[in-house]
């Protein structure tokens, strides 16, 4: 049975007076920021800084990118009030049906980590990567392009007010979740929630979409999901190109337009022979 969620969205944007260029008053909007305190079963897990767009599914998928359940049938309920927690905060309380094994162990060490909203991960970012599988993917050319002009014409708070990350999940050209977020590592774990609550699993048709870094952190939660083509917006890391090249993974970046760079597994990739290059 899948967990009961609440469906808590806040507000995406807010108000503010600001002074342009030219000295002239003007109201624009901004994305909002607000934080959100995880209770697993009554006990405090961390505190992100989120939009607030899905927080339900945000808190299921970083439950499962942080490792600390394996089904979402291990979760009887998310339940998330915005005002419930002390000066402003969210609360998100975790109901689980058995408990989560070793939490205290599991959980007591903390990386540190480059992600906007967030700023740690528990365990070690190594520990179970040798049991993490991929599909044997690929994409064209032609396939890439349509997805970088899907992301384009995909409508946006960015567009209306900046200062945000967001990440998409394609099955083949199609877009399946669009997901904005203060940071891009909750954008991913919100998809990996709407995943697990939808019961989709990757496949080689599947393509995770980021305006963000690929950094080690956002390379292994892409394997989590199973995706074996990652595309980027921005760039690469050190740590993620060798845990990209370890986990086999497709990873393409510095892509917009008709433009980008393919770092590893370049083999996955499908030149068109037709592709015009304007």
């Known amino acids: 049975m899948l967990p009961r969620l609440t469906q808590a969205q806040a507000p995406l944007t807010g108000e503010v007076q600001v002074i342009n260029e030219h000295g002239v008053q003007d109201t624009i909007s901004i994305p909002a920021e607000r ?15 989120t939009l607030g ?8 998928g970083y439950l499962r ?5 394996t089904r979402a049938q291990e979760v009887e309920s998310i339940t998330v009030d915005w005002d419930a927690g002390e000066d402003g905060a969210g609360v998100a309380a975790v109901k689980t049906r058995h408990g989560v094994a070793d939490m205290q162990a599991r959980t007591e060490h903390r990386v540190v980590t480059t992600g906007c909203g967030q700023g740690s991960v528990f365990g070690g970012l190594m520990d179970e990567i ?41 099955a083949g050209e199609r877009m399946q979740l669009f997901v904005e977020d203060v940071g891009r590592h909750n954008a991913i774990d919100t998809i990996a929630g709407w995943m ?9 048709d599947s393509i995770f979409y980021t305006t963000g870094r690929l950094t080690s952190e956002m390379v292994m939660k892409s394997a989590q999901m199973g995706v074996a083509i990652v595309v ?22 510095r892509a917009t337009n008709k433009h980008f760079l393919c770092y590893t597994q370049s083999e996955r990739l499908v030149l ?7």
Request: aromatic fraction near 8%.
């Open 65 to 69: 990118n942080q490792r600390l359940v």
């Open 53 to 60: 767009a899905h927080p339900e599914w945000l808190v299921l």
């Open 130 to 170: 040798d049991a993490i599988t991929v599909p044997n993917a690929t994409i064209t050319q032609s396939r890439l392009y349509a997805l970088l002009n899907a992301i384009r014409l995909q409508e946006s708070t960015y567009k209306s007010a900046g200062s945000v990350h967001g990440c998409a999940l394609f």
């Open 35 to 49: 934080p959100l305190t995880v209770y697993v079963d009554k006990r405090e897990l961390v505190t992100l800084m």
């Open 196 to 204: 697990w609550m939808q019961g989709i699993q990757a496949d080689q």
């Open 272 to 278: 068109d022979a037709k592709q015009s290059y304007d």
């Open 232 to 253: 980027s917006r921005s760039g690469i890391t050190q740590m993620g190109f060798d845990l990209a090249q370890r986990l086999s993974l497709c990873t393409i970046g």
